[in-house]
């Protein structure tokens, strides 16, 4: 079970560790590399060829402003890609969200919120519960919690009105 993660500068770090975080709790061997599309693409292409025949299950790549990355990655391989449009410009990450969900038809990026790293984490999980039981009911027991909690804070709400 691994996951490839690929952000295109160290700025972007703190904003992807979330997502290493949550896919490590899962037990999932995780590669985080920092690899620009346009500043390292000779790296980045030796790294998806690598991903392409490692047991790598799922791509996440992570990027700001042109957010080519996502799609340049996509263009490599036929493992699931998800992009992650980062924050930090004047357009605060509205131009990566853009330019991630406009890829070309034949070559799809599933896309998550701005800085949604997390879900990220969580979208390539439930990609990967297809064929890993395992995380599939750690996802359905984390679901359950959450469903748990969820009813809680509902039932102290009616318990402070009535």
Do not use: W
């Given at each position: ?67 080519a990355l996502p799609g340049v ?63 599939k009911d750690k996802l359905l ?22």
């Amino acid at each position: 079970m691994k996951v490839a993660i690929i952000m295109g500068s160290t700025s972007d770090l703190a904003k992807v560790e979330p997502a290493v975080d949550v896919l490590k709790k899962y037990g999932v061997e995780v590669q985080v590399r920092c690899l620009s599309a346009h500043r390292a693409h000779a790296g980045l292409s030796q790294f998806i060829e690598e991903t392409n025949t490692d047991g790598t299950e799922v791509i996440i790549t992570a990027a700001g402003m042109a957010a080519a990355l996502p799609g340049v990655v996509a263009s490599q391989t036929v493992l699931p890609v998800i992009g992650v449009p980062l924050s930090g410009s004047v357009l605060d990450g509205m131009d990566a969200l853009m330019s991630i969900v406009q890829m070309p038809p034949g070559i799809p990026v599933a896309t998550v919120a701005i800085n949604g790293s997390k879900n990220a984490a969580y979208l390539a999980l439930q990609i990967m519960a297809v064929k890993h039981e395992k995380i599939k009911d750690k996802l359905l027991e984390e679901r359950k919690g959450m469903e748990e909690a969820a009813m809680k804070a509902n039932a102290e709400v009616i318990a402070k009105f009535q």
